[in-house]
Nanobody, 125 residues
Framework: QVQLVESGGGLVQAGGSLRLSCTAS????????MGWFRQAPGKEREFVAAISWTGRNTYYADSVKGRFTISRDNAKSTVYLQMNSLKPEDTAVYYC??????????????????WGQGTQVTVSS
């Protein structure tokens, strides 16, 4: 079982930046893929970014490509999401997720088994 705790959300103006962090515990962090999803009010949860266990492979939703960067520090059991050039449409609850049965990054919600409690990101116009 993997426990995930997100931090770093908040209120920011359009064009600003935030960095989300997610610290894992419970299993060997360096062996599994990680991801970020988000859910805006009244919408389905959607994929944002994912990273393989080595950090060599990353995937992004088209809507955040070029603005967001996912990275990981296996020594700290932490995955990050650097969000730049934020837009009001980025407003959502952001969830960290772990694919504890595989180190291969994935983009489907069904591939991930452990989820954090979520952190709110609000971008004002």
């Amino acid at each position: 079982q993997v426990q995930l705790v997100e931090s770093g959300g908040g209120l920011v103006q359009a064009g600003g930046s935030l960095r989300l962090s997610c610290t894992a515990s419970g299993r060997t962090f360096s062996s599994y893929a990680m991801g970020w999803f988000r859910q805006a009010p009244g919408k389905e949860r959607e994929f944002v970014a994912a990273i393989s266990w080595t950090g060599r492979n990353t995937y992004y939703a088209d809507s955040v490509k070029g603005r967001f960067t996912i990275s990981r520090d296996n020594a700290k059991s932490t995955v990050y999401l650097q969000m730049n050039s934020l837009k009001p449409e980025d407003t959502a609850v952001y969830y960290c997720t772990a694919r504890a049965d595989s180190g291969v990054a994935a983009t489907s919600e069904e591939d991930f088994g452990s989820w954090g409690q979520g952190t709110q990101v609000t971008v004002s116009s």
